[in-house]
T-cell receptor, first 113, second 116 residues
Framework: NAGVTQTPKFQVLKTGQSMTLQCAQD?????MYWYRQDPGMGLRLIYY???????DKGEVPNGYNVSRLNKREFSLRLESAAPSQTSVYFC????????????FGSGTRLTVV | AQKITQTQPGMFVQEKEAVTLDCTYD???????LFWYKQPSSGEMIFLIY??????QNATEGRYSLNFQKARKSANLVISASQLGDSAMYFC?????????????FGKGTLLTVNP
C-alpha cells in the first residue's frame, strides 16, 4: 500500500549514542517532515524539507540533523542522544497545495536511557 | 507565527450522542488550512477533515463536521452519533501560506472517551 514507511518502530539508546531514523514515501510528494510527540505537547516540528535538495529547521531542531537523500527519503539523525530526546517520532509527507491532509508514518518510539 | 489552542484536555461523551471538540487558532496569514486528526491508542495519525480559509461552507466528512467561524478564529470538530471506536486523542492543526505554507502546527490535543 502507498504511504510513508518509518524504520525502526522501536529503539532504545544509551545516552551519547547516535542513530538515524529512516523515512521513505512512495506517493511522489515533494514535501517531507519530521515531528516529535511528547505527552501533553502535541506534535512539534523538528525539521522539514519543502522539496528535494532543501531542508529547514522547525520548532525544535536542536540535537538533530536531517538529510533529504532523494525525493522519496528523508532521514533524521541524532548525533549524541540525550534522555530529553525520548519521544515518539513521526515522519510525514505532503504536496504543498494538496487540499487535505498530510500522510504520516506509523511512528518510531525512541527511548534514551 | 501560528498557534493552535485546544482548551479541553479531556472530554467524555455517551455513545450515540454528539460531541464538540474546541479549537481556536491564531495566524496573520490570509490563506490557511485547518485540519483535524485522530490518534487512537495504536498511535497512528488519521486525517479526518480539512477546511480552507476561503471555503464558504463548513466541511463535512461522514459523521465529522467542522464548525468554522472565521471571525472568531475557531474551527471546532463536531462528531455526531459517537461510537466506542471514536475514543482517541484528537488534534487540531493548521497550515499557513507563504513561508509557513509547508508546515503543520498542532494543538496539544483533546482525549475523547466515549462511554457505553
Amino acid at each position: 500500500n502507498a504511504g510513508v514507511t518509518q524504520t525502526p518502530k522501536f529503539q532504545v539508546l544509551k545516552t551519547g549514542q547516535s542513530m538515524t531514523l529512516q523515512c521513505a514515501q512512495d506517493m511522489n510528494h515533494n514535501s517531507m517532515y519530521w515531528y516529535r510527540q511528547d505527552p501533553g505537547m502535541g506534535l512539534r516540528l523538528i525539521y522539514y524539507s519543502a522539496s528535494e535538495g532543501t531542508t529547514d529547521k522547525g520548532e525544535v531542531p536542536n540535537g538533530y540533523n536531517v538529510s533529504r537523500l532523494n525525493k522519496r527519503e528523508f532521514s533524521l539523525r541524532l548525533e549524541s542522544a540525550a534522555p530529553s530526546q525520548t519521544s515518539v517520532y513521526f515522519c510525514a509527507s505532503s504536496e504543498v497545495l494538496q487540499v487535505g491532509g498530510y500522510t504520516f508514518g506509523s511512528g518510531t518510539r525512541l527511548t534514551v536511557v | 507565527a501560528q498557534k493552535i489552542t485546544q482548551t479541553q484536555p479531556g472530554m467524555f461523551v455517551q455513545e450515540k450522542e454528539a460531541v464538540t471538540l474546541d479549537c481556536t487558532y491564531d495566524t496573520s496569514d490570509q490563506s490557511y488550512g485547518l485540519f483535524w486528526y485522530k490518534q487512537p491508542s495504536s498511535g497512528e495519525m488519521i486525517f479526518l477533515i480539512y477546511q480552507g480559509s476561503y471555503d464558504e461552507q463548513n466541511a463535512t466528512e461522514g459523521r465529522y463536521s467542522l464548525n468554522f467561524q472565521k471571525a472568531r478564529k475557531s474551527a471546532n470538530l463536531v462528531i455526531s452519533a459517537s461510537q466506542l471506536g471514536d475514543s482517541a486523542m484528537y488534534f487540531c492543526a493548521m497550515r499557513g501560506s507563504g513561508g509557513s505554507n509547508y508546515k503543520l502546527t498542532f494543538g496539544k490535543g483533546t482525549l475523547l472517551t466515549v462511554n457505553p
